[in-house]
């Protein structure tokens, strides 16, 4: 008995006294430690292409962990882009631009300014770099109004007051140079106007898209005015099923997305076909493929008075919603 306790024992305090004790987490120092600057902000490259796929990224190093945000800002579109993020190091991994905007308008080309902020610290630091291609975004555009009314396209507008359903070039838009104006106020019917885009316009009876309704993503930009919470926005999809050229309401599917303007600005809207409302008398199944017609209606409670919105840039994208 007294051979097997020693036995323990030893197995007890055999550990090596010079064995390091591991703790999990970051170094107090990173965490507690005084803040500074080890490594100027720089970017990857002074220049940069977006439209043939190339990315920017930026390096910095500190001397702690800390919240930082980078800021780029297009000088001539007044674009802006954040990335945000944690750490004391700043690279590749985590601070990576593909051009993409967070704050509408999209960038152009044109020269940026970008500055590097800390959580909690006085410093910033600042850089510039030039776009020579914007981003080019993969999808089937369905329009942007850059070129201006097409005739595959047709409307609908009440006879109420203050209408205005027209194409604009007022410097606002979010893309490009144009966006389409939907206002009026109508006390009689929740419709105020409406513009169809039927496939026609793009010189099919359908629009060119897959079949595959889960990874298919429709993509509009919406504005919503200030002081104008009344607007509501409805997408509605008709479906050609026996693509005869023509939508029938009596045998074929319709899918909507209903949604308030109640924003100030431009803003991204996007919707997976496959989780459209609606359905219809068709065969009661997603076929974007078959797809004949996109309709945006502008409505609002016909006692709540005027009502204003805008749309630009609907595009539909694969696998996942428009990154702008």
């Known amino acids: 008995m007294k051979i097997y306790i020693l036995f323990i024992l030893m197995i007890l305090f055999s550990c090596r006294k ?14 507690y430690g005084e803040f500074a600057i080890l490594s100027d902000l720089n970017p990857s490259q002074t220049e940069v292409d977006f439209s043939n796929g190339e990315n920017i990224y930026f390096e910095c190093s500190l ?26 190091e700043l690279d590749v991994s985590n ?22 902020t800390f959580e909690g610290e006085e410093d910033t630091l600042t850089t510039s770099l030039i776009i020579l291609a914007p981003k080019v975004n993969n ?7 850059e070129l201006g009314w ?19 070039n007022d410097g606002s838009s979010p893309e490009g140079a144009s966006y389409y104006n939907m206002q009026g106020k109508v006390n009689w019917d929740w419709l105020i106007g409406l513009i169809d885009f039927n ?29 104008l919470p009344n607007t509501l926005m409805l997408l509605r999809f008709d479906e050609d099923e026996n693509l005869d050229g023509t939508f029938d ?23 997976k076909y496959a989780e459209l409302d609606g359905g219809g008398n068709g065969d009661g199944k997603y076929n974007p493929e078959k797809l004949n017609k996109v309709s945006v209606l502008h ?11 805008a749309i630009d840039y609907l595009i539909f994208t694969e696998n996942a919603e428009l990154e702008p």
């Open 150 to 168: 097409n005739s595959g396209w047709s409307t609908f507008i009440q006879s109420g007051a203050n209408m205005d359903f027209n194409i604009k």
């Open 95 to 116: 601070c990576t631009w593909n051009g993409s905007t967070t704050n509408f308008p999209f960038f152009k080309s044109e020269p940026c300014d970008v500055s590097l």
């Open 18 to 31: 010079d064995e390091k004790i591991k703790i999990d987490g970051p170094d107090l120092y990173d965490v």
């Open 299 to 309: 409505l609002a409670n016909p006692s709540s008075g005027f009502a204003k919105s």
């Open 139 to 145: 999808g089937v555009l369905v329009t942007d109004f």
């Open 199 to 227: 496939a026609s316009s793009l010189g099919s009876i359908t629009f060119p898209l897959n079949d595959n309704a889960e990874n298919l993503y429709f993509n509009i930009l919406v504005y919503g005015e200030q002081g």
């Open 249 to 271: 309401e009596q045998s074929e599917d319709q899918y909507t997305y209903e949604f308030p303007v109640d924003w100030e600005g431009w803003r991204l809207i996007s919707v």
């Open 63 to 88: 001397a702690k962990i800390v919240d930082w945000k980078i800021s780029i800002i297009g000088q001539e579109s007044g674009a802006e882009k954040i990335i945000e993020g944690t750490g004391k």
